[in-house]
C-alpha cells in the first residue's frame, strides 16, 4: 500500500457550527505535507479527526488501510501536539521508557534521544523544563513506538532558531525513510522551506492543495521592491500596474498586477529610484489571498 492514510468526505459540526466540511485528502507514504489555515479554519479538527479523537458527522478516516485507532495502538501512528500534558514530576527519560514500554517493536532508547535531543536533560524533572526542552519531550515521546505516520500540531513552537532548524533536519531524515509527516503550523516559512505539499483550509474547506509552488502560482502579481526617496504612498499607488502600495521611510513596497510597467513607470517619475527588487508571489501571499475574508470558526 502506498497510501499512508485517506480522509473521505469529512463533516464535523459542532452545533450550528460546520467546522469541518467534506474535507477529503490522500498522503503517500514518504510525504511531508503542511497543513494551514488562519484560525479557526478546521486544522486542529481536521488532525483531531484523522488521530481518532474526534468521530466525523460524516464520511471516513483510513490510516494504513484501518482504523486510527489501531495504527495508534501499534505504534504505526504517533502524534506531537503543542500543549500535549507531560507529568511535571517524571523525567524525560522515565517517559520514554514509559512509552516504549506499550509497543512490541519500539525505537531504540539512544535513537530517541539523538533524534529528539533530549539527551542533556534526560534525568531532569519535566516540572523544571524550559517550554523549548517540554516540546523536544514531546517529540521523543511520539517517537516512542517507531511510528510510520508522524502527526504534529505546531511542532516548532517555543524552539529557539537553532532547535527549529535541527528538528526539521531530523523530520527530512524521518521521512527520507519513507515514513509521513503531517504538520499544522503558522510559520509560513516553515511550510515554504520543509513541505514536499501544501493542504491550505478556509472555513472548514480545503481550498488548495498541491506542491508550495503550485500553490504560490495562484495568486498572480509579483512584488517590487526599491528605495525611492521622497516618495509617498498615493504617489506609488498612481503608477501604472501597482495594485498596493506600502511605504516605510525611503523603502517602497509595490503589489503589482503588471511589474513590467510599473518598472518603466517608476523610473520615469522617481529617477533615483534604487536598490529595484522584483520577486513573484510568495507562499505568504498566496496565503493571505486565499483565505481572504476568512471567518472564523472554533478550532
Known amino acids: 500500500m502506498t497510501e499512508a492514510f485517506r480522509l473521505s468526505g469529512l463533516v464535523k459540526r459542532y452545533g450550528a457550527v460546520l467546522a469541518v466540511d467534506r474535507v477529503a485528502m490522500t498522503v503517500a507514504r514518504g510525504e511531508v505535507v503542511a497543513l494551514l489555515g488562519p484560525n479557526g479554519a478546521g486544522k ?4 483531531d479527526l484523522l488521530l481518532g479523537l474526534i468521530t466525523p458527522d460524516e464520511g471516513q478516516v483510513q490510516v494504513f488501510g484501518g482504523s486510527p485507532r489501531a495504527a495508534l495502538d501499534s505504534g504505526r501512528m504517533a502524534a506531537m501536539v503543542q500543549n500535549g500534558f507531560l507529568l511535571r514530576d517524571l523525567t524525560p527519560a522515565e517517559l520514554v521508557e514509559l512509552h516504549r514500554s506499550m509497543f512490541a517493536e519500539p525505537l531504540p532508547v539512544a535513537e530517541i534521544y539523538a533524534r529528539a535531543g533530549i539527551g542533556d536533560f534526560a534525568g531532569r524533572r519535566c516540572g523544571k523544563l524550559s517550554g523549548g526542552q517540554l516540546q523536544r519531550v514531546r517529540h521523543a515521546v511520539a517517537l516512542a513506538g517507531d511510528p510510520e505516520l508522524l502527526v504534529l500540531d505546531e511542532p516548532t513552537a517555543a524552539l529557539d532558531v537553532d532547535a527549529r532548524r535541527s528538528f526539521w533536519a531530523s523530520m527530512r531524515e524521518f521521512a527520507g525513510s519513507g515514513r509521513t509527516v503531517l504538520f499544522a503550523t503558522h510559520y509560513l516559512t516553515e511550510a515554504e522551506d520543509y513541505a514536499d505539499r501544501v493542504v491550505l483550509m478556509r ?12 500553490v504560490r502560482a495562484k495568486v498572480t502579481g509579483r512584488t ?4 525611492v ?9 498612481a503608477l501604472e500596474g501597482v495594485a498596493s502600495a506600502r511605504v516605510q521611510g525611503d523603502r517602497a513596497e509595490l503589489t503589482c498586477a503588471d511589474s513590467d510597467r510599473t518598472i518603466r513607470a517608476l523610473l520615469r517619475e522617481f529617477p533615483a529610484a534604487s536598490a529595484i527588487e522584483i520577486t513573484a508571489a510568495g507562499l505568504e501571499e498566496a496565503f493571505l489571498a486565499l ?9
Open 224 to 227: 517590487l521592491r526599491a528605495i
Open 44 to 47: 486542529s479538527t481536521t488532525i
Open 203 to 214: 472555513q472548514g474547506n480545503v481550498v488548495a492543495d498541491g506542491p508550495v509552488a503550485q
Open 229 to 237: 526617496p521622497g516618495a509617498d504612498e498615493w504617489a506609488l499607488s
Open 291 to 299: 483565505t481572504a475574508d476568512a471567518q472564523e470558526v472554533p478550532r
